[in-house]
């Protein structure tokens, strides 16, 4: 079983025309996923609402979040050439913090995978600042909040998304129960997460990849450097950041991923953490989107895949 955590009021927050980050990535996803939900056992449930304001200035300031809310009330605007608002914005973002903190709880109290299909995104949203399409920082504040649950001492982060998270590592890179990992194109915006970025108690490991780099380039990292510097940190659970603008379709990016390759990445997370949930970052052709999540979700329902 997997629990999907979704709902229709993600859709609402609407993209200017031509923009990658649209609800259409939402719909595909889950036009697909439907098809399989009996064959793959998929649970869907709706996020649950929740009061986030004061929870939030713990990670973003109070400035941030009143920005956020008083530019989607006055109608929407864009923050910054890349990141826009409309009037359902602030709601919608907030209801993605709480989709995620669902898989939080969903993962942590049946041992189950989550997938929080949420939107926007979030690694890119620091504490200060919405950038690169987020608002919030999703992953951040999931992980946090994991370590509030009982019994829980250390999270581990995976952000597989082409784009370096500068927001996650922002947030989380003096926490020592936060250890987070980054495989992503350099150069390549936010021109963020080199090698020397290792936190304040070594808790980072950035790993670049050059444009053209495939799937033995990842499974060589994951094996030598990913899977080592998580598992032995002995997570207790295993967020992924779940961005699939790697893939070769993407206009976006320069890497050459293939949907089904991120059923093998999925499968060797299980080598990390038995605990794990998915939130969705990046992924813009639809297509190759689409059928990477369902992968992602056949991945981790595979048996647990060693590294040779």
Not at 51 to 57: A, M, Q, V
Not at 68 to 84: F, K
Request: with cysteine; glycine share 6%; charged share 15%.
């Amino acid at each position: 079983m997997v629990f999907l955590i979704y709902s229709d009021r993600f859709l609402l927050h609407q993209s200017p025309d031509l923009h990658p980050e649209r609800p259409q990535r939402l719909t595909a996803i889950t036009d697909l996923l439907q098809t399989h939900s009996a064959q793959l056992h998929l649970e869907w449930r709706k996020p649950t609402p929740r009061d986030l304001y004061n929870y939030l200035t713990q990670f973003h300031t109070p400035a941030h979040l009143s920005q956020i809310e008083s530019l989607a009330t006055a109608g929407g605007s864009h923050i910054d050439p890349d990141t826009y608002l409309c009037t359902h914005s602030y709601e919608v973002a907030l209801l993605a913090v709480s989709a995620w903190l669902d898989a939080v709880d969903l993962t942590l109290t049946t041992g189950k995978p989550s997938f929080a299909l949420a939107r926007p995104p979030g690694h890119h949203a620091l504490p200060d600042q919405a950038m690169g399409f987020c608002l919030f920082a999703n992953g951040a504040i999931a992980a946090h909040y994991a370590l509030e649950q009982p019994g829980i001492n250390h999270v581990a982060i995976l952000d597989w998304d082409v784009h370096h998270g500068n927001g996650t590592q922002a947030i989380i890179e003096s926490n020592p129960q936060i250890r987070f990992c980054s495989l992503h194109q350099h150069p390549l915006y936010p021109f963020s997460g080199h090698p020397h970025e290792t936190g304040t108690y070594h808790n980072l490991l950035n790993l670049p990849l050059p444009a053209g780099a495939k799937i033995a380039d990842y499974l060589s990292l994951f094996d030598r450097q990913v899977i080592p510097f998580l598992a032995e940190f002995n997570p207790d659970l295993l967020i992924v950041s779940a961005g699939y603008d790697a893939n070769q379709d993407d206009w976006i990016s320069g890497i050459e991923l293939q949907p089904q390759d991120y059923r093998t990445l999925s499968a060797r997370c299980q080598q990390i953490c038995p605990k794990i949930m998915f939130g969705l970052e990046g992924g813009y052709d639809l297509p190759s989107l689409a059928q990477s999540v369902l992968e992602t979700i056949k991945g981790c329902q595979s048996p647990v895949a060693r590294s040779t």
